[in-house]
C-alpha cells in the first residue's frame, strides 16, 4: 500500500505535457467523458424512441474517457507492486456497472477524472515555478574566440571561454568580469533587490586558478541580468554545472515526502486504508442484517469507499512543500526537502558563526604593536611571510593589509605551514620556528608562556573589541596585531525580525576571544556571545540547545559543516559563490544577506500553518463523509467532496507561491 503520497508525481511523469485540443490530455478526457455522459442522459430521458443501445454507447464512451487514465495507473501501480485506493474506483464503476447503473458509474469516473485532471494541473504549476528557475538562462552565448566574437548554443561553451554580455541582456554562463563594469541584477539566482556592481579582476591567472575566492564583485552568474555597461566574462562553469543549474537540479529531486507530517499521514494511511477496505467488504453484507437487496448493499459499500479514499490527505503535504520549496528558491533561498522546510517553521533558537555570517568576514588590520626593542617592519614581515601559507580569512587579511603597509620593503620567506586548529598557525623562517595565533594558544601544549608586554598588549586590545593574534620568531614575542571585522549590513535588521519571529534564543559561536566575540555581538544586537570555542565545542554548543528545542546553525557551510550537521536545520550563506555550502546546508542562502532568513523562517510557519490546514480539511472531510455514505449519502454526492477537497486542499497550498513575507 506503499507510495500513495507520490501519486500526483506520476500524473505528471506519465502524462505530463501531452494535450488535445489545446487542453491537457488529462483534462480533455475528463471533458470528453463528461460530455459523452451528458449526451447519453439526455437521450435516454428525452428521446424515448431512441433505440436502448444508443445512451449504453455514449455510457460506455464515458466510462472509456473518465477510467482510461485511472486505470492506466492502476495497471502500473500493479505492476510496481503498489496499490493505491484511486484504484478501488475502477472497482466502484465497474459494480455499478454490473447492477445496469451505467449513468451513476460515468457520473463517478467523470467527477473523479475531472478533480484528479484539475489536481495534476494545479500541482503542474507548483512545479513549473521550480521548473522556470533553469529556464532563466539564455540558449545562446556570444563568444570571442580567435578575435572573432560568434554566438554559440550556451551547451558549447567551455571554461576559459570569453563571453560577451550586451548591456541589459541576461548573463550566459558563470564566470568572472575581466573587461568592463556594470551593476547586474543578481536577483534571480541570490534573491538580492539591488544590482551589484561589477568590476574586472586584477588578475585573469589568479582568478582562473582559484575562482572559488573570488569577490563579489567579480563574480557573476548565469540567469542574471545586465545594467547599462557592456562586459567581457571569462567563463569558470560549463552551462550545465552553473549554480543556477546546480539549484534548479537541487530543487527538482527535492523530496516531498519526508517532512515530519508527511510520515505522520504515511503512518495513519497505512492503518487507515485497510481498515477502509475491512470495513468496504463488511457492508457487502449489510444485507444479511438489514432487510435490503445486495445491489443495495454493494452500492453503499462503494460510496463508502469513495469517501474514505484519502487523496487530499494524500497531497495535503506535498503540494505545500513543493509550492514553498519553489517560492524560496524564487527569492534566492534553498530549501532542501520537506523536512527542512518544516523545521525552519519550528525553530526555537538560531546558533551564528562570527566570521563572514555576522560580519562582512574581511577583517582589515588596526593595529601594528611591536614589543619594546622590535620595529614593526620586522612584525609585519615575519606575519605577511607566515600568513601568506594560510588560507584563514585572518591570516589573507594580514597578508593584504601588512603588504600595503610595508610598501617596498624587503620580503622574508617562510616554509612549512602547520595549522593548529581554532587557535593560529605554525611554519619555519630563518631555522627558526614561527608561531601566530591567539593568546590562547601561548603557555599549553609546550609553547613557552607569553612575555609581559605582548599579554598588556592583548589585554588593552580585546578590550577595545579588537582580534588579536600574537606573532612569535624562535622564542623572542615580536608583538602583537589587531584587527576588526566590520558587521554585516542588516545583520541587525535582521536579528531583530528572527526575535519578533519568535525565535528566542540566538547565541553567536565564535573561535575567537569571548571578549571580542561579546563585542560583535552586542553591535548586531545579540545578546549572547560564546567565545573561545574549538570546532568541537561549537558541535557541544549546538547538541546543548538542540535539547531545549529545534535549533539552526547559521554559517559559511565552508568551516562549519559539523556544526551545521549537528543543528536541526544547517543554514549556510553566501551559497551562490561555494558548492560546498550548496551541497552540505538544509537551506542555502544563495546571497551573503541575512535577511532572507526572516523571509525563509516566516515562508515556512505559512507552510506549516497551510500543512495543517491541509491535513484538517482532509481529514474533516473523511470524518463526515464516510458515516454519511454509510448512512445512505450517494456515489455523486461522495465523489464531489472528495476531489472538492482535494483540489481545496492542493489550491490552499498554492497560495505560498504568492508569499510576501
Ligand atoms: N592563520 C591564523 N593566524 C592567526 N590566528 C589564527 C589563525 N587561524 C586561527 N587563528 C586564531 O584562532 C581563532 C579561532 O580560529 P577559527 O578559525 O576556529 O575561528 P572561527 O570560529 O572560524 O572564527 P569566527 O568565530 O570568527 O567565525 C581566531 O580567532 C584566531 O585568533
Ligand atoms: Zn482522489
Not at 466502484?92 to 484528479?116: D, K, M, P, Y
Not at 569558470?236 to 543549474?245: D, F, G, K, P
Amino acid at each position: 500500500m506503499a507510495d500513495d503520497h507520490n501519486h500526483t508525481d506520476k500524473h505528471n511523469h506519465a502524462h505530463g505535457d501531452a494535450r488535445l485540443f489545446g487542453v491537457p490530455i488529462e483534462l480533455a478526457f475528463a471533458i470528453l467523458s463528461g460530455v459523452t455522459l451528458a449526451a447519453g442522459f439526455a437521450v435516454e430521458k428525452l428521446v424515448p424512441s431512441a433505440p436502448d443501445w444508443l445512451p449504453l454507447a455514449f455510457y460506455v464512451a464515458a466510462y472509456f474517457f473518465g477510467g482510461f487514465f485511472t486505470l492506466r495507473e492502476a495497471v502500473q501501480n500493479a505492476l510496481a507492486r503498489q496499490f493505491k485506493i484511486d484504484s478501488l474506483m475502477l472497482v466502484a464503476a465497474t459494480g455499478a456497472a454490473i447492477l445496469g447503473e451505467f449513468a451513476e458509474g460515468a457520473l463517478l469516473l467523470f467527477l473523479f477524472s475531472l478533480g484528479h485532471a484539475l489536481e495534476s494541473y494545479a500541482m503542474g504549476r507548483a512545479k513549473r515555478a521550480i521548473d522556470a528557475l533553469a529556464e532563466l538562462a539564455p540558449d545562446r552565448a556570444t563568444v570571442l574566440r580567435d578575435g572573432q566574437s560568434i554566438e554559440v548554443p550556451v551547451e558549447e561553451l567551455v571554461v576559459g571561454d570569453v563571453v560577451l554580455v550586451r548591456p541589459n541582456e541576461r548573463l550566459a554562463a558563470d564566470g568572472f568580469v575581466i573587461k568592463g563594469r556594470s551593476a547586474i541584477d543578481q536577483a534571480p539566482v541570490t534573491g538580492e533587490s539591488i544590482p551589484v556592481d561589477k568590476a574586472p579582476v586584477a588578475d585573469r591567472a589568479v582568478a582562473r586558478a582559484q575562482p572559488q575566492a573570488l569577490k563579489d564583485d567579480e563574480r557573476v552568474f548565469a540567469g542574471t541580468i545586465n545594467g547599462s555597461g557592456a562586459l567581457e566574462i571569462e567563463v569558470t562553469r560549463i552551462a550545465s554545472e552553473s549554480t543556477l543549474s546546480k539549484v534548479a537540479e537541487l530543487v527538482a529531486a527535492v523530496e516531498t515526502g519526508r517532512s515530519p507530517t508527511q510520515r505522520m499521514t504515511d503512518r495513519f494511511e497505512r492503518i487507515f486504508v485497510p481498515a477502509v477496505l475491512v470495513l468496504a467488504v463488511l457492508l457487502l453484507f449489510a444485507w444479511v442484517v438489514v432487510d435490503e437487496p445486495f445491489r443495495d448493499s454493494f452500492y453503499r459499500s462503494m460510496a463508502v469507499l469513495v469517501a474514505a479514499s484519502p487523496c487530499a490527505l494524500a497531497i495535503a503535504t506535498p503540494s505545500a512543500v513543493l509550492s514553498g520549496i519553489g517560492r524560496a528558491a524564487r527569492s534566492g533561498v534553498l530549501i532542501k526537502g520537506g523536512a527542512a522546510l518544516e523545521d525552519l517553521g519550528t525553530l526555537t533558537a538560531m546558533a551564528f558563526d562570527k566570521t563572514g555570517t555576522l560580519t562582512e568576514g574581511e577583517p582589515r588590520i588596526t593595529d601594528v604593536l611591536p614589543v619594546d626593542g622590535v620595529e614593526e617592519s620586522e612584525l609585519l614581515q615575519v606575519a605577511v611571510a607566515v600568513e601568506a601559507l594560510s588560507d584563514h580569512p585572518l591570516a589573507q587579511a594580514v597578508v593584504r593589509d601588512g603588504t600595503a603597509r610595508l610598501g617596498d620593503g624587503p620580503r622574508l620567506e617562510a616554509g612549512g605551514l602547520e595549522s593548529l586548529t581554532g587557535r593560529g598557525v605554525r611554519a619555519g623562517l630563518d631555522g627558526e620556528t614561527v608561531l601566530i595565533g591567539k593568546a590562547e594558544m601561548f603557555g599549553a601544549d609546550g609553547i613557552a608562556q607569553l612575555g609581559e608586554q605582548a599579554s598588556a598588549l592583548i589585554e588593552r586590545m580585546r578590550s577595545e573589541g579588537r582580534t588579536t593574534m600574537v606573532v612569535r620568531h624562535g622564542t623572542r614575542d615580536l608583538g602583537v596585531i589587531g584587527l576588526m571585522d566590520t558587521p554585516r549590513e542588516g545583520a541587525r535588521e535582521a536579528l531583530a525580525e528572527l526575535r519578533a519571529l519568535g525565535i528566542e534564543r540566538m547565541v553567536m559561536i565564535s573561535g575567537d576571544h569571548t571578549g571580542v566575540a561579546e563585542a560583535i555581538a552586542r553591535e548586531v544586537g545579540l545578546d549572547e556571545a560564546r567565545g573561545d570555542l574549538m570546532p568541537q565545542d561549537k558541535v557541544d554548543t549546538i547538541a546543548a540547545l538542540g535539547k531545549e528545542g529545534m535549533v539552526a546553525m547559521v554559517g559559511d557551510g565552508v568551516n562549519d559543516a559539523p556544526a551545521m550537521a549537528s543543528a536541526t536545520v544547517g543554514i549556510a550563506m553566501g551559497a551562490a559563490g561555494s558548492d560546498v555550502a550548496l551541497e552540505t546546508a538544509d537551506v542555502a542562502l544563495m546571497a551573503d544577506d541575512l535577511r532572507h532568513l526572516p523571509f525563509a523562517v516566516g515562508l515556512s510557519r505559512k507552510a506549516r500553518s497551510i500543512i495543517r490546514q491541509n491535513v484538517y480539511v482532509s481529514l474533516g472531510v473523511v470524518a463526515l463523509l464516510v458515516p454519511a455514505t454509510i448512512l445512505g449519502l450517494g456515489i455523486g454526492p461522495a465523489v464531489i467532496a472528495h476531489e472538492g477537497s482535494t483540489l481545496l486542499v492542493v489550491f490552499n497550498a498554492l497560495r505560498l507561491l504568492r508569499y510576501e513575507g
